[in-house]
């Protein structure tokens, strides 16, 4: 979520996608597509809205060696990412077994 500066500025947050992700997306079905669009408006605005039910993945965590997060747009289909100061990296999309 944007955070006001120390002047009263709200800083921007900066949305990456890494290639892999990218093709992920790419491999969803119409249906998936439009889930993850509809889910992506609430994203831009806060990772972390209570409707994305956001949660830190151990495993992918410890992969990285960084905290990986994951958001989830409809039932099975999540998506994982991770925080860089004010730049948000998705690095997969996919069911639950992006996780593995």
Do not use: W
């Not at 921007?12 to 892999?20: D, H, I, K, L, Q």
């Not at 039910?53 to 960084?66: F, G, P, Q, V």
Request: glycine share 6%; proline share 6%; with cysteine.
């Amino acid at each position: 979520m944007p955070k006001p500066d120390p002047k009263g500025k709200k800083s921007e947050m900066v949305f990456r996608m890494t290639p892999g992700c990218r093709k992920a997306l790419e491999a969803l079905t119409g249906q998936q597509r439009e889930q993850a669009d509809a889910a992506f408006k609430i994203f831009k605005v806060d990772p972390f809205d209570p409707r994305l039910k956001t949660h830190k993945i151990n495993k992918l965590s410890a992969r990285y060696k960084r905290l990986i997060l994951s958001a989830t747009i409809a039932g099975d289909l999540k998506a994982a990412f991770y925080v860089d100061g004010n730049t948000v990296v998705s690095v997969d999309i996919g069911t639950h077994d992006i996780y593995k």
